[in-house]
């Protein structure tokens, strides 16, 4: 009898893990390196959570000195900052046109810092970063 789910060693310990940001424990051509200490707690990331297109979902996350960033999970506005005449409006967003950090975002809609925007007032460029403030900023590029 089998599992009925495949089971893949290296995805079961991503599920499993934590997600480390410490040093490695390797130099950069491959020597060893004895560290004095351990890992820490503090040294610990979160899972990503990509922000999308779609009704406003917003996550609260406490952060190192009990401090909080609030994390957008999808987000259907921005404010969007004209350079002409310096006035920010509140628009909606349409889609994703084009982003740099990843080619496949644009079809997935995924919004980050340098994304441009399609919005009501035209494309603009994300210049917050959505999963670390929870809004969406961007100055208008065209009409």
């Given at each position: 009898?089998?599992?009925?789910?495949?089971?893949?060693?290296t995805?079961?310990?991503?599920?499993?893990?934590?997600?480390?940001?410490?040093?490695?424990?390797?130099?950069?051509?491959?020597r060893?390196?004895?560290?004095?200490?351990?890992?820490?707690?503090?040294?610990?990331?979160?899972?990503?959570?990509?922000?999308?297109?779609?009704?406003?979902?917003l996550?609260?996350?406490?952060?190192?000195?009990?401090?909080?960033?609030?994390r957008?999970?999808?987000?259907?506005?921005?404010?969007?900052?004209?350079?002409?005449?310096?006035?920010?409006?509140?628009t909606?967003?349409v889609?994703?046109?084009e982003?740099?950090?990843?080619?496949?975002?644009?079809?997935?809609?995924?919004?980050?810092?340098?994304?441009?925007?399609?919005?009501?007032?035209?494309?603009?460029q994300?210049?917050?970063?959505?999963?670390?403030?929870?809004t969406?900023?961007?100055?208008?590029?065209?009409?």
């Open positions: 009898m089998g599992v009925p789910y495949p089971l893949n060693i995805s079961l310990f991503r599920l499993l893990m934590a997600l480390w940001q410490g040093e490695s424990r390797r130099s950069k051509t491959g060893r390196i004895r560290y004095a200490r351990g890992k820490r707690k503090f040294e610990i990331g979160r899972e990503r959570h990509l922000t999308t297109i779609g009704a406003t979902t996550k609260k996350v406490r952060t190192m000195g009990d401090n909080r960033k609030t957008a999970k999808t987000i259907d506005v921005a404010y969007v900052v004209d350079p002409n005449n310096k006035k920010t409006t509140k909606e967003i889609s994703v046109v982003n740099k950090a990843n080619i496949h975002y644009v079809r997935r809609n995924i919004i980050n810092k340098g994304a441009i925007i399609e919005t009501k007032l035209g494309k603009a994300v210049t917050s970063r959505p999963g670390q403030s929870g969406i900023n961007a100055v208008l590029i065209s009409k």
